[in-house]
């Protein structure tokens, strides 16, 4: 079975490279790392459905692309969505909500309701704005407003006190969230269990939410999202001015249950915090200024079990226009190469497999193998060396799925856009502690910083 994706709220920031200073800073405490826990939902019960919302997510990214605290990270496998979930408490008093991960978007922002004795809602499936003493919207005028995108039909009325700032979001598919663009206090834990409250994080508050990306399966049990992009407003960078701009996660093996659960880490110097482990591997993040939002690794070469594959290096490569590259999301669950390296993968794991293939072909899968009766089927590792040297090898389970009975297929897939960039899906990160490093602007991983099952 297979995660299912996030949906992308990629901001443009780079228009207006000024305007971080109108956020608020994070309050310093005693503490330098906060844990949140990450909750994961079980996928959905048709690998098929998940390779059609991936597809559906990659489109919204591409489209998107052209145009501390510590908080537990939680499995959404409880209610079919696939996602991983971060439990957030917004508001005075606080309100439990459940946000997806999302390293592909920079913006947070949750369902809303205005309603006053609000009998109609379950505790939990919006936030209640007028129950909050600290819920407060930015003004249309203020320089913040100016990094969401508006509704051209609500102009901005200067004179008025109570004129808030309106934002709205259109997606690929037809999907949109709008609503107030607004700042609240959040509380999250440390790592010595004590609790920070985060005076003015912005988000936006949606009242208005329509379409599949934000509404259907895929978004089952989800309040909203919590962008941690390399945009100023996401949650990341907002704590992350007082966390030394750095982050990091585990996902942990969807497969175990109960769902183990892991935590997002914002904050910290994991050569000292993960209990003494050797330190991690690195690679350079790389820049892409048409698409400010993502984290893009370099990819030198590929092997399959120990050969490197004979691919140009110019097929991992952004070009001048802004296309191409590979970035790291974990709202996408399989992992999606360049259609020339991605034949050439499917043709080495041909070469190197002795297992024969199922009677009936997997829908949307290439390369699938009968391994009814096989209890450790033996599989090549497929490696990647990225810039800088380090070289990233995940066991077969992060890339190889299993869709029926019997049946297991390679959960990768080619990208279909001309001059599309690639993507390092969550199933292909699991078990690895993974650490974006902005302010050195490095990723850093290894599969010795999470407990593997």
């Not at 309100?95 to 949750?110: C, E, F, K, P």
């Not at 399966?217 to 989800?222: D, L, Q, S």
Request: glycine residues 10%; aromatic residues 8%; charged residues 15%.
């Amino acid at each position: 079975m297979v995660l299912l994706p996030l949906l992308l709220l990629s901001l443009l920031f780079a228009v207006f490279p000024d305007l971080s200073h109108a956020l608020p800073s994070a309050v310093a405490g005693a503490d330098y790392l906060i844990k949140l826990p990450l909750l994961h939902q079980d996928p959905l019960p048709s690998p098929s459905q998940a390779l059609s919302s991936d597809a559906r997510r990659l489109a919204a990214l591409h489209h998107r692309s052209k145009t501390g605290p510590h908080l537990p990270v939680t499995s959404g496998a409880s209610t079919g969505s696939g996602q991983y979930f971060v439990d957030l408490h917004v508001g005075n008093p606080p309100q439990r909500l459940l946000l997806v991960a999302d390293t592909g978007s920079d913006l947070v922002w949750v369902a809303c309701s205005a309603c006053r004795n609000c009998s109609s809602h379950p505790p939990g499936s919006a936030f209640l704005a007028r129950h909050s003493a600290s819920f407060s919207p930015h003004h249309c005028f203020d320089s913040a407003c100016r990094l969401v995108p508006h509704p051209s039909r609500v102009p901005c009325n200067r004179t008025r006190l109570h004129s808030p700032c309106r934002y709205e979001y259109s997606y690929s598919d037809g999907s949109k969230t709008s609503g107030f663009f607004s700042t609240e206090t959040a509380s999250f834990n440390t790592s010595s269990g004590s609790e920070v409250q985060h005076q003015g994080l912005a988000f936006g508050c949606g009242f208005r939410i329509s379409g599949p990306s934000v509404t259907g399966p895929t978004f089952n049990g989800a309040n909203g999202v919590m962008g941690l992009g390399r945009g100023p407003i996401s949650l990341s960078s907002q704590l992350g001015r007082r966390f030394g701009n750095k982050f990091s996660y585990c996902l942990m093996d969807y497969t175990i249950s109960p769902p183990p659960t892991s935590f997002l880490l914002i904050g910290g110097d994991h050569n000292g915090v993960v209990s003494g482990k050797p330190g991690l591997n690195y690679t350079p993040l790389q820049s892409n200024p048409l698409s400010p939002t993502f984290y893009y690794i370099g990819i030198q070469s590929v092997s399959v079990g120990g050969a490197k594959l004979r691919i140009n290096p110019s097929v991992w490569a952004i070009d001048d226009a802004g296309n191409g590259g590979t970035i790291v999301d974990s709202g996408t669950t399989l992992t999606f190469l360049p259609d020339l390296a991605y034949r050439k993968i499917v043709a080495a794991f041909n070469r190197r497999v002795t297992l024969p293939s199922p009677a009936e072909p997997t829908l949307g899968f290439d390369f699938c193998l009968n391994v009814s009766g096989v209890r450790r089927p033996s599989l090549p590792r497929l490696s990647l060396k990225l810039v800088g040297g380090s070289v990233f090898s995940p066991p077969p389970r992060n890339y190889f799925v299993d869709t029926a009975d019997g049946v297991k297929c390679l959960a990768v897939q080619p990208v279909a856009l001309a001059g599309g960039f690639s993507v390092i899906g969550n199933l292909m990160q699991q078990g690895f502690l993974l650490e974006f490093d902005k302010d050195r602007s490095r990723l850093g991983f290894s599969r010795r910083g999470c407990a593997l099952p």
